[in-house]
């Protein structure tokens, strides 16, 4: 399977990238990604055994994807504007691999002088020699998955470092001379109270991050959480609790310099997640890697469409496949995109401005959703004014089900 999609190229277009790094120390108890767990031992690049035989093949494998389908995203003048790579843990790997792989996506992309370049990274992986080379690839923003500044919390999560670690790894960070770092933080984990999660959110404010990602605990099929739940052995916050703490969290971050501009996301001003907003924008974007996903759009037809695209989850498969690393493609039309254009973007405190809707899809958003607008307004759950639609606070308590009713199958 090729991208094979004409389009038109009268003005440049802008790309994401995402790259999926799979390799991790181990799995988190709460973890649902596509991930493998190799151990912690370090990685030899002379006396490779199975594991980095396998990681140097699975690297050789993304410049292979990455220069296979970079040729389309040139012909059609795309510029890429943001660069992420997730995992897994990708600091897990040496960092020469991470700096050969950017050069590759730099040599194949035309990549714009101010694109944002992100990291994931984890404390207990991270080394300070990464962090420069890190640096000379053009990264320029660091994630830092801590989840909790609590020992009990990290230990219950199944993480494998300490808060010592994450401090530790912190200043490197700060020492390296990044200045775009963000915050990774789980709230209404097992036995967490308000005040134990007022700790950790009074640790990172202490430590003046640019951004930081406070989700709430989801518990996943086929996590280790996920059968101590089957088994009634799970004790999370009971509802009240975990609505406590998520209102403390929207109230506390912003009373103390940041701006919340997703459900779970907030920024010092200027500073939120370019790359993210692609996926709540319906931005394209380019998935590469085990399992990654793409998403691109197609304006020349007489109606807008969109193409989603999924790699192979198959690691043996992956790696076997060149440039035929895509397992499943869906097209999507109008009335699906309006449908996802919605139910992502109203994730976002500014909403959908009714101006860009019609822009995109040529039809009033009015016209679309005006029934479903008017009684959630009734209802108190979305406001629309100055030709906006945004959820209200009590619209995003209750986001999931307020946003599926402008699912109209």
């Not at 790309?15 to 999926?20: A, N, R, S, V």
């Not at 992502?344 to 958003?365: A, D, M, Q, V, Y």
């Not at 679309?368 to 639609?389: H, M, N």
Request: hydrophobic share 35%.
């Amino acid at each position: 399977m090729c991208l094979n999609w004409t389009m038109k190229t009268e003005r440049l277009r802008s790309l994401g990238i995402y790259i999926h790094i799979p390799f991790c120390v181990r799995k988190c108890k709460y973890c649902d990604f596509l991930s493998l767990p190799i151990g912690a031992e370090p990685i030899s690049l002379v006396h490779e055994g199975e594991r980095e035989k396998m990681i140097r093949t699975y690297f050789k494998a993304l410049e292979n994807e990455i220069e296979n389908k970079s040729a389309h995203f040139r012909e059609k003048n795309y510029t890429v504007d943001t660069i992420y790579i997730g995992g897994g843990t990708p600091s897990v790997v040496p960092a020469s691999f991470i700096f050969s792989l950017l050069e590759k996506v730099y040599k194949a992309l035309d990549v714009e002088s101010d694109a944002e370049v992100s990291i994931e990274v984890n404390p207990g992986t991270l080394k300070k020699s990464s962090l420069e080379l890190y640096r000379k690839a053009g990264i320029n923003r660091i994630s830092i998955g801590v989840q909790s500044t609590n020992n009990a919390d990290l230990v219950m999560l199944g993480r494998i470092h300490s808060r010592e670690d994450f401090l530790k790894s912190y200043d490197e960070v700060l020492q390296a001379g990044f200045e775009n770092i963000n915050l990774d933080l789980m709230h209404s984990v097992p036995g967490q109270s308000l005040d134990r999660w007022k700790s950790t959110l009074e640790d990172a404010l202490w430590l003046k991050p640019d951004h930081i990602s406070a989700y709430s605990l989801i518990v996943e099929d086929g996590t280790y959480f996920k059968t101590l739940q089957d088994e009634g052995k799970l004790r999370l916050p009971d509802e009240d609790t975990a609505l406590e703490i998520y209102r403390f969290t929207n109230t506390f971050l912003e009373e103390n310099g940041f701006k919340r501009y997703e459900i779970s996301n907030f920024a010092v001003p200027g500073r939120e997640s370019r790359h993210n907003l692609r996926y709540w924008d319906l931005s394209e974007y380019l998935g590469v890697g085990l399992g990654a996903s793409s998403f691109l759009l197609d304006r020349s037809l007489p109606d807008i469409k969109g193409l989603r695209l999924s790699n192979t989850r198959d690691m043996k498969e992956y790696l076997d496949s060149g440039q035929n690393a895509l397992s499943e493609a869906k097209t999507l039309d109008r009335d699906r995109l309006m449908e996802e254009y919605l139910f992502l973007g109203l994730r976002k405190t500014e909403g959908i401005f009714e101006e860009r809707f019609e822009k995109l899809f040529g039809i009033s958003l009015r016209e679309v959703y005006g029934a479903v607008i008017e009684k959630q307004v009734k209802e108190g759950v979305a406001r629309f004014e100055d030709g906006r639609l945004h959820l209200t606070e009590r619209g995003m308590e209750v986001a999931n089900p307020v946003m599926a009713e402008y699912l109209r199958q």
